[in-house]
């Protein structure tokens, strides 16, 4: 059984900065991508940052310069620093990983979520 648990979200004035971070955890052979989407109130779930096991990041462009996630192996985990946080940045996010546990080919997990509030 594989899991991904998320922190760090929270309620946050317009320009502050939060960090989330998701741990993954139980029977994983090894975890070929790791990343965060969002979900806003009535909209899609996009992509917002993922990054590989040899380091190789990729942004939305609307968070460009702005957050930066990064990705320790040896810990299974990965960060999203946001910073210069805009209302339109509100939203759950959710950590994902694409990840071998036993099976041949790769699975994608989700984690349960976390709130992120920016307020204008």
């Known amino acids: 059984q594989v899991q991904l648990v998320e922190s760090g979200g929270g309620l946050v004035q317009a320009g502050g900065s939060l960090r989330l971070s998701c741990a993954a955890s139980g029977s994983i052979f090894s975890i070929n991508l790791m990343g965060w989407y969002r979900q806003a109130p009535g909209k899609q779930r996009e992509l917002v940052a993922t990054i590989t096991d040899g380091g190789t990041s990729n942004y939305a462009d609307s968070v460009k310069g702005r957050f930066t996630i990064v990705r320790i192996n040896a810990k299974n985990t990965v960060y999203l620093q946001m910073n210069s946080l805009k209302p339109e940045d509100t939203g759950v996010y959710y950590c994902?990983?694409?990840?071998?546990?036993?099976?041949?080919?790769?699975?994608?997990?989700w984690g349960q979520g976390t709130q992120v509030t920016v307020s204008s």
């Open positions: 994902y990983a694409n990840l071998h546990s036993g099976t041949y080919y790769p699975e994608a997990y």
